[in-house]
């Protein structure tokens, strides 16, 4: 089969990306223009835009530090494993949380356990775009005085309660790196409520350094051949020579640097449009979650109550790791490309002081061995939806 449907994509037209070239004239900000329509779009007082999320979380972090001296800040065992350079970055400490098999995120019961009087912040994720409660969070970060960044860099325009994730904190940040719902190849942002967190965020931010004169040659480029790559025949046809930019490496460091006026015009285009693909995403992402939802061989994510989640991706963990090497293999057969996030728990690829010999967070391991992500983005068509429901129902 020459089509292939990739793990990701956010359509991009190619005239969307001309605009960017406003840019190279004139003296606008269009940086400006886009954190104010992001902060709009989220109901938050203030957004900031960076090169990336990770550096978004080092700001927010950095900003934390004027008001406290705690050290540790709490993330899930299983998760993006480069979350915790933002936090070494800003000279505090990772604590990992046990992760949840009823959410594949940080099992908030299991909290308490790992908060004390040196917890500075917790970041609750919301894994694939699902938002959940965190209502005890938030209480317990008030009893305990330590502060939330809600990390949603999967689910931009997610609702929980009636609320935008992102907003329910005293921060929340999104990543705009390609395998996201909402991107410009690269880019983060960080949105708050508060006033005097934004003023150290504003100061911390001005000092990074602009996007250099390479990077501003080459964006257009890089942004036009992501939105090609990410449509299903060009991504069957040249699968070879795209599948070595699908892996991401363990990274030691990252480059903190401003957001670009080239990728915040791309940005505005694509805000004005988050909605209309969200809603696509929801309905081909229940349509495959209701059809799978009782299949005895899967754990799916549990949709909280009142929620509205945005499909980064599908995700499904397989009870047995032979079946989901054998399902993979079918659904490639049939021109449906999966994704493995996050190969392992944080602790196995970075060294965190964990003790190696007893596993520590057997949640995370079991997801992080048993759980791949479907596609569930615009350029899913319906026969490869049905394809995924038999491919399912055969095993
Ligand atoms: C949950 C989560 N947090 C943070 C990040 C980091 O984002 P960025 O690559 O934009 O720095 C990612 C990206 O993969 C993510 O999925």
């Known amino acids: 089969m020459l089509r292939k449907i990739p793990t990701t994509a956010v359509p991009l037209s190619i005239f969307e990306i001309l605009k960017g070239f406003k840019s190279y004239f004139g003296n606008k900000s269009y940086i400006e223009e886009f954190e104010q329509g992001f902060a709009n779009y989220m109901g938050a007082n203030h957004a900031f835009s960076f090169n990336k999320c990770t550096t978004s979380i080092y700001i927010f972090l950095k900003a934390l530090k004027k008001f406290s001296n705690r050290q540790e800040v709490v993330i899930p065992a299983y998760t993006v494993p480069t979350l915790v350079l933002p936090i070494r970055k800003a000279g505090l400490k990772p604590v990992l949380c046990e992760s949840s098999l009823d959410t594949f995120t940080m099992d908030f019961e299991r909290l308490p356990e790992v908060i004390n009087d040196n917890t500075l912040c917790v970041l609750p994720i919301y894994h694939f775009g699902f938002p959940y409660k965190i209502d005890t969070l938030l209480k317990l970060a008030k009893e305990k005085g330590f502060f939330v960044l809600e990390d949603a860099a999967q689910a931009p325009g997610a609702i929980s309660g009636g609320k935008k994730v992102g907003t329910l904190g005293d921060a929340g940040c999104f990543s705009l790196c390609r395998g996201k719902n909402f991107s410009t190849v690269n880019g983060g942002m960080l949105v708050t409520n508060s006033d005097k967190l934004a003023k150290i965020i504003r100061e911390e931010k001005d000092l990074l350094p602009k996007q250099d004169f390479s990077f501003k040659a080459k964006i257009p480029l890089i942004l036009t051949a992501y939105s090609l790559v990410t449509r299903p025949l060009i991504y069957g046809l040249f699968y070879k020579l795209i599948a070595p930019f699908k892996h991401t490496t363990v990274h030691d460091g990252f480059e903190s640097k401003q957001y670009s006026d080239f990728q915040a015009i791309i940005g505005m285009s694509l805000l004005k ?68 996030m996050y190969l392992k728990p944080v602790h196995h690829l970075y060294d965190l002081g964990y003790d190696m010999q007893t596993e520590l967070f057997p949640g995370a391991l079991y997801i992080a061995e048993r759980l791949i992500t479907l596609p569930s983005h615009p350029y899913l068509d319906d026969n490869s939806i049905d394809n995924i429901i038999n491919v399912f129902k055969s095993i």
């Open 273 to 340: 449009k988050l909605d209309v693909l969200n809603e696509i995403r929801l309905k081909k992402g229940m349509t495959l979650y209701n059809a799978l939802k009782n299949n005895k061989h899967l754990i799916l994510p549990k949709i909280a109550e009142n929620s509205t989640p945005v499909f980064n991706h599908l995700p499904v963990v397989f009870k047995e790791i032979n079946t989901m090497e054998k399902v993979q293999a079918m659904l490639w057969d049939r021109g449906i490309d999966t994704g493995r």
